[in-house]
């Protein structure tokens, strides 16, 4: 009865605001986690969240309409926890956009497509970071105002961010231009956002070889942290990352995606050994080298298979996350999850940014 009561009240809640036609999604989530108990475990449980077996109801809002020269977009979360009998939401997406011409102007909260890789985005400093094991999933955007002007020869972007956190040094907002141009096959992007903290900068292209799409990107960070790799312009230091990725489309059914990521601010062995000894808990992507990939497979429409991992080249950690599913009809579809943490003993990140060795979790979605 609760599970339908949260169901009907966030559906009201949606038509009753935008009086328009909206999608519905449900989500049942159930997790069963095997837990290493390390310092991130310790930390999770005083937090009160260590549990081996979890679940979760998830409602989802998508509202979309034109009228006239104005397009409003709407995307929300609604989560209820039975342990605690809470409801928490999440709106990704609250937007209108008006465009005159060649001019767009979109204002409100909005999840902008900044870089061109797949995994890791070091140009995109401006919106949270992405799941990695799950890219394409709850993307949460950010207030902005944003205006874009398409020309023959390029697409200049402006975007104004206010500071909603409370922390303003200097300044109220921030700010970010990127300019796009196509030249061939090739979309190239050059960026710059704007911080009284802390600028950064940074270039990125997606070209189509014909066989495979390649993606690079490589961003230049102020203020960067002690022992990072850094370069001085303007007599300041800035530290570095780059990413570079393929991604191929085999078939309709069949895709593979590869990335390398160098985090030039990242820890070298030695730092992270330290911080380890410190704090007990090293953050999760905190160093210098990676290597993600993912393969999908749809077969015959009904049954999607995939597998993702994410290895660490400094230290050797390993994390796998395979998957299968099953579509019943274009209202229904099942999926079961398993993420397993396979990195060796020792004084790696697998073993110290992560409570578990494993996770099993299966999802039962439906679409109205």
């Avoid at 312009?233 to 530290?239: A, D, F, H, I, V």
């Avoid at 009904?302 to 994390?319: E, K, V």
């Avoid at 999926?335 to 299966?362: D, H, I, K, M, V």
Wanted: a negative charge; proline letters at 4%.
């Amino acid at each position: 009865m609760k599970r339908l009561l949260f169901a009907a009240f966030f559906a009201v809640f949606a038509a009753g605001v935008f009086a328009f036609d909206f999608n519905l999604d449900a989500r049942s989530d159930f997790t069963y986690t095997s837990f290493m108990m390390n310092s991130a475990y310790d930390a999770m449980a005083q937090a009160e969240t260590a549990s081996a077996f979890s679940t979760y109801e998830e409602i989802r809002v998508k509202a979309k309409d034109t009228i006239g020269q104005v397009k409003f977009d709407f995307d929300a979360r609604a989560y209820l926890y039975p342990q605690t009998e809470s409801v928490t939401y999440t709106v990704d997406s609250a937007c209108f956009s008006y465009a005159q011409g060649q001019f767009v102007l979109t204002a409100g909260k909005q999840r902008m497509k900044w870089g061109t890789a797949y995994f890791f985005n070091p140009t995109d400093r401006l919106q949270p970071a992405v799941n990695i094991l799950n890219p394409t999933e709850d993307l949460e955007g950010i207030y902005a105002l944003r205006g874009e002007l398409t020309t023959d020869f390029c697409t200049p972007l402006v975007v104004i961010m206010p500071r909603l956190n409370g922390s303003q040094p200097d300044s109220a907002f921030d700010a970010a231009a990127r300019v796009y141009k196509l030249i061939g096959t090739c979309d190239v992007y050059l960026d710059y956002i704007y911080r009284p903290d802390g600028d950064s900068a940074g270039a990125a292209f997606s070209w189509d070889t014909g066989f495979f799409v390649v993606n690079f990107e490589a961003a230049l960070d102020a203020d960067p942290p002690e022992g990072a790799e850094t370069i001085q312009l303007g007599g300041r230091p800035y530290s570095t990352a780059m990413t570079l990725g393929v991604m191929k489309m085999v078939s309709q059914d069949t895709s593979i995606f590869a990335e390398y990521y160098r985090n030039g601010g990242g820890f070298g062995s030695a730092a992270y050994s330290s911080l380890v000894n410190t704090s007990g808990i090293g953050p999760f992507l905190s160093k210098k080298d990676y290597i993600a990939y993912s393969g999908s497979y749809t077969w015959n429409e009904t049954y999607q298979f995939s597998l993702t991992g994410i290895h660490g080249l400094d230290d050797g950690t390993i994390f796998m996350y395979p998957s299968i599913g099953w579509v019943g009809n274009q209202n229904f579809d099942v999926s079961l999850y398993f993420l397993q943490n396979l990195t060796a003993g020792g004084t790696r990140e697998g073993n110290y940014s992560t409570p578990f060795y494993s996770e099993t979790e299966l999802r039962i979605n439906a679409y109205f």
